[in-house]
């Protein structure tokens, strides 16, 4: 909603909190493949090792990372973040400051937005604790028109009788859709619940029917008749009820026999719906624990996969997986989850055919979710909902982690490309930061080849100095028809010789593209002493299952008054890399590598000096009136003019 405020600028309805406007600069990461924890049975294609994908590490980096690759093709979302309830659990510390919490969240939702396909819809679990200030902020991410349901899951079957208030039974499930018009979403299976209530008394062939009225609250242009019954008698809708179809489709329906007039033949009709014609139900918002399972059945399946020592803390039933996943996806499609925590999602979604992404950062990854995902790839895992989905085995994952940072500064305070990377590494990055998808080419006079943005435009990725005469022969290979982005770390030619190539250096040409070196996005923990997190915590299992750490727990301050000022503070925030040229150290690290050792080793010679002092004293006036000249030198000057020279051709 925009309104003017009288000073001619616009203005929207919207969520505000300190540091909405403070956004990261995130790096692309490359995803380098962890063999120990990959594990597959099948080939490439039918739902094994190629199709599954299992990240470590800070989760805002890992759908960054994602990106490129699979933007717009997730089908389906499912997240359960961090409820930001203040009660600390091994696994994870869960209690953000608001503002924290919604800049945590409206980061990672960015993100799964542009991942997901236009027909894709993701799911939010939430509590009442920051319940509403996320569905105002999803209305900003994802559109308002888009939003779908706010679902309520019975977490808990029974009372807690010690509540202060009242007894927190339910968590909500947020349901947003990419794009309202495009998203269709499936009916949920008959259960025996729901078809009690069909018969046959009047043993139709046709099998098992339910009544259903005949008459609507809301007027009918034709809703104003009389119907007569077997027997001679005359009905018509009561005060203020009308026919819901008319006269023609009446006709039509007891010529059908599909209108049941009770036993007597005498009573007001009903129509006949036929159990083997309504197909499955449309999905309610209300989920009871006896339909998809609660936190008791959720901990038991854990108990049963990793041993009582283990179970996960927060951990959410498979039933209640395997409906949202139902609801929104067909064998087949994309499911991410990046806040896996054990990793149900994961372990449904592979037991119901479709493929999965999960992203986690603890040590959880290893210990509970790869273990898992093995037992369900062997069928060793009968639980959950593997009776259900007639789960045979198969299938695999690849587990990934995430790179380290392209650039890092050396011991002279130049950025450098760093040096855990080598060459595929290097030019795998380069092409997530330029645009283009990692493929080089298995022909090795092709060597040039080792990306692409479309059938006739590639990169080349080189840490070597190229001369006029390399870039030449390189620009004959790659012929007219075609086009070459070059990254080299120089050059030296006249590049409007090459109209087919396109040179840049490195690192410079990626240096201002974001913040180097920043690992975790996950903010910094403070965790509550064990005592003060047993006081809060009643024992009503309501946290989230998600990943995300907390920088501190709001509460009562204590009387001494030391902590008092540490409850207090505001969370420290690690300012951002400037990676700007103008905030570098400006002439002496812009220098050439042969220049900065040459400074070392006159600076060495230098600390000889003490040593000649008393010859120094006698030709003191001298020397003072040839250090000027010294400090400014012409080869000095001649160097920095050929180095700014390469950066005009840049």
Known sequence: MNMGNGSGRRQRLELTWIGKDERPRLEPRILLPVAE????????????????ILIQGDNLLALKSLEQQFAGKVKCVYIDPPYNTGSAFEQYDDGLEHSIWLSLMRDRLELLHRLLSDDGAIWVSIDDNEGHYLKVMMDEVFGRRNFVATVIWQKIHARNNTAVHFSADHDFKL?????IDSWKRNKVSRTAESDAEF????????????????TAAKPYSDGHYEVTGPHGDVFSPRA?????????????????????WGRSGRTFPFRKRFQSELGDLVPTTIWSNEEVGDNRAAKQESAELFGRDAI???P???????????????PGDIVLDSFAGSGTTGAVAHKMGRRWIMVELGDHAHTHIVPRLKKVIDRQDLGGVTEATGWKGGGGFRTYRLAPSLIETDQFGQKIISKQYNASMLAEAMCKHMGFTYDPSQDQALYWQQGHSSERDFIFVTTQSLTHDTLKSLSL???EDRTLLVCCKAFRARLSDFPNLTVKKIPQAVLDNCEWGRDDYSLNIAKPPEGEADATDDGSDDDGNGGEATPRRRGRATRSAEPAAEAEAAPVKKAPLKMDGTTRVPKVSRSPAPLAAKTAVTTKKASKAPRKSAKSEKSKGSRKTKSAPRAATPKAKLRRAVDNRQGRLL
């Open 37 to 52: 924890q990959s594990y597959a049975r099948g080939k490439p294609g039918d739902g094994g090792i190629h199709d599954n």
């Open 175 to 179: 349901v947003y859709s990419k794009n």
């Open 199 to 214: 018969w046959n008394p009047d043993n139709d062939p046709r099998g098992l029917w339910r009544r259903s009225d005949l």
């Open 240 to 260: 203020n009820r009308y026919w819901s179809l008319s006269r023609a489709s009446f006709k039509a329906l007891q010529d059908d026999n599909r209108l049941w």
């Open 312 to 314: 996960f803390a927060t």
């Open 316 to 330: 959410k039933p498979e039933r209640l997986l395997e409906r949202i996943i139902a609801i929104s996806t067909d």
């Open 477 to 479: 290979e790659v012929g």
